[in-house]
Every structure is written in C-alpha cells, then in structure tokens.
C-alpha cells in the first residue's frame, strides 16, 4: 500500500508507525485503529486477509476469487476458526482482515470477530456493504472493527450495478455506507482501477467527500480470478489515474478533510510519486524517499508483511495468489506455515531482489519497489520472478541519472 494522504500530502494516519516506521506525533487514534510501530519492515508479521468464506450473494466481474450465490463444501468451521485466531494472537499478526466472498454471509462473523477482538486483534472487514443494515453497524462499532471497508465501482450506480452483477446492487451499498456513518464507524471505499473505472475517478472522490467517508484504496488490478478478463490500464493511463488520484487527495486535505487516501497493488506508484514531487520542488520530497525506501514496496509485502488463508485453510501468499498454497492451518498452524522456508517461491518472497528479472532486476528504485507484485507478474508471464506488466515506469527514469547521497537512489 502507498498512503498517499501520508506521503504525497504530510497527514499522519493509525498506519504510519506500521507502515513507515514512524511514530504519530500529529493525532492520537483510538487503540484498535493504530497499528503499532515496527522496528524494521522486514521484521514485521504479516496483515493477514482471511477469506471465511467464497460463498457471495453478488457475482461481480472483478472477482479474484470466482465467488457465487451457492454453497461451497469444505469451509472452516467456527470451532476451527477461532483456533486459528488463536494462532495468529500468539503470532502477533498486527490485523486481521475478513473477506469472501461475502463474509457477512457467515452466520458465525460476528462470533468470530467478538472472539478476535477479545484476543487484543485488530480487525478489519472487507464487504460489499449491500448486506450492511443498522444493525450490523452498531455491532461493528461495538465490537471496535478498526475499519470497515466496502466496495464501489462507480459513482453511476448503472455501471456499479453492471460491475456487481446485479440491478439495486449501488442503492444497498449506499445504505451500507450510511448507516456505518451514522454509528460512526470508521468506513472505508475500495474500488479496482480498470479502464472503465478510471475515468469515475474524479466522481468517486466527490461521493468521498459528500458522504463523510473516512478513507479510500485504490487497487490496481490483477489478473486474478474473474478479475482476469478485464481490460488493465496501458502505462498512459494509469499515470494519469495516480495523477488524479495524488490531486483529488490533496485538493481534499486542503479542504481540510482528514481523509487517509491509498493506492494498492502496484508499487511503482511509489518511486512515481518521489520523481513527481521533486520534479516540484516539493519540500519533503527526500523524506519520502526514505519512509518509502524503509517500508520496501512489495519487498516486504506479499510473502512478508501480507498473508492470505483462504475459504478452506490454504496459506498464500496474497489473495491473488490463490493457485499456489504453502500449506493448510486445518494441518498445522499458520505461524508454522508461514516461518517455513523449505518451499522456494516462499524463501524467495522472503529474500526475492536477486530473484528479480528483466527491467526489475535492473531498476534503481528496486529497493523501494520491491518489484511491485508478483501475483501479477506470474500471472501474466508464467514466472513469478519476472518483471511486473503493471510497472508504468519508462526506462528512462527506472535507469535515470544516480542522484545525490542524500536521497540513496
């Protein structure tokens, strides 16, 4: 993830210490939205995104994980589940993200969610809101989720509704929204950057703004389930996306909106971000060159600082990962799984800049990049090491001229 309200626009957010290894000297979040302050990236434990279940009472184009209104044999029992909530306390995971499919199709989410938190976990959910009614949100708010995020396609609620496969599908989301602001819960949008939804963007920030959303990711896409059909960004056009998405959050925080802004999935955005604020002379821009040299992009990402455990137990390692498992927690536990290095792609996620090739290999941000995600690249390449096919980069400023010491490219 890039925090572009943090970087690009100097607004601390509950992730700073996580994520830059920072500690928040501007505000005073409430303890289950801060994220603790890491002594190293490569030292942290994983944010892990649970699929409870794949079970979905949408059917959207983008879906990484090909979820339907059906039944799917084989899912994780509560009694299960809570044993591996139990492992990841011990583990000291610093949150817990629960998705689907659609997690509030599980009977058993908010058992599960009282239990986490009993446990001392933050927790996170990720929903398509349409299921979202008064009071599910008050019993978010009373159980301390950290966030709530939900899903958006498009301002137009024809194109959301043609996105989520179903007519009324924006008008429940709405109401999701709603009533997660009229508790005050911490409500987040997410939204999957396509060629069709780039150019929603600007409409997107105005809903952020007029309905009191309190933070937003933007992810880039990839090729990953449904999700593969649809048409990625060229280099072009997902310049001009982050272009929008760098302006629209600053116009925002100008405005004096505390909003916390995030691209995810492509970590290029990061050194892109560098090179346009020096190329403005903007003030902090060697600053954020080292928050974002320490957090290490996708270096301490996928593999590292992110985990995946899907609807049946496997252990990825990401959610767009999903063909590749390193293991089940039905079999041993998840802290064992992931600490176990004797699969290569593993050991090589955990130590992957020599593994890199072509233009990542070569790259001078290769630090600070990671070589973005590599989900994407083995999907698109059959090689999991490859360069990633959503770098946006030119050659140019990936080789550029090597710049004072000052900065360390």
């Not at 995971?93 to 058993?108: M, Q």
């Not at 969610?113 to 990720?126: E, I, N």
């Not at 293991?327 to 290095?341: A, C, E, H, L, T």
Request: aromatic share 8%; with cysteine.
């Amino acid at each position: 993830m890039i925090d572009v309200s943090a970087l690009y626009c100097g607004l601390e957010t509950a992730s700073t210490p996580h994520r830059y290894g920072r500690r928040i000297t501007q505000i005073d979040p409430p303890e289950h939205e801060r994220l603790g302050l890491a002594d190293s990236a490569a030292e942290r434990r994983p944010i892990v995104v649970w699929n409870l279940t794949r079970t979905c009472n949408l059917k959207c184009l983008h879906c990484y994980s090909d979820s339907e209104a059906m039944r799917y044999p084989g899912e994780l029992s509560t009694d299960q589940c809570k044993r591996v909530l139990e492992d990841l306390a011990d583990f000291h995971v610093p949150a817990v993200l629960f998705s689907g499919g659609e997690p509030l199709v599980r009977p058993d989410l908010f058992e599960l969610a009282a239990y986490a938190r009993q446990l001392g976990l933050h927790v996170v959910l990720s929903t398509n809101g349409t299921l979202i009614d008064r009071k599910a949100a008050e019993r978010f708010k009373e159980l301390k989720f950290a966030y709530v995020g939900i899903s958006l396609d498009s301002a137009d609620p024809a194109i959301h509704d043609h996105f989520r496969g179903q007519k009324g599908a924006f008008e429940r989301t709405m109401r999701g929204f709603r009533h997660c602001v009229d508790v005050g819960q911490k409500v987040g949008l997410r939204l999957t950057i396509t060629r069709q939804t780039a150019q929603d963007l600007d409409a997107i920030f105005a809903f952020i703004e007029r309905e009191g959303i309190n933070r937003a990711c933007f992810y880039h896409l990839c090729p990953a389930g449904r999700g593969k059909d649809l048409m990625a960004l060229n280099a072009q056009e997902s310049r001009q996306a982050v272009d929008t998405i760098f302006e629209q959050t600053q116009r925002l925080i100008n405005k004096g909106k505390r909003v916390e802004i995030l691209t995810v999935d492509n970590h290029c955005d990061g050194p892109y971000m560098y090179l346009k604020m020096k190329d403005q002379g903007h003030s902090r821009a060697e600053q954020v060159y080292q928050m974002l040299s320490w957090n290490g992009g996708g270096r301490y990402s996928s593999g590292v600082g992110v985990a995946s455990i899907d609807f049946y137990g496997h252990v990825h390692a990401d959610q767009f990962s999903m063909g590749r498992s390193f293991g089940n927690v039905k079999d041993r536990p998840f802290s064992q799984i992931w600490q176990d290095v004797t699969d290569p792609v593993m050991a090589g996620l955990k130590d992957r800049l020599g593994l890199l090739k072509g233009r990542c290999a070569t790259c001078r941000f290769k630090e600070m990049c990671g070589g973005a995600l590599r989900a994407r690249a083995e999907a698109m390449t059959g090689d999991p090491w490859a360069s990633d096919p959503g770098c946006y980069l030119s050659d140019e400023e990936i080789a550029g001229d090597m710049i004072e010491s000052s900065s360390g490219v």
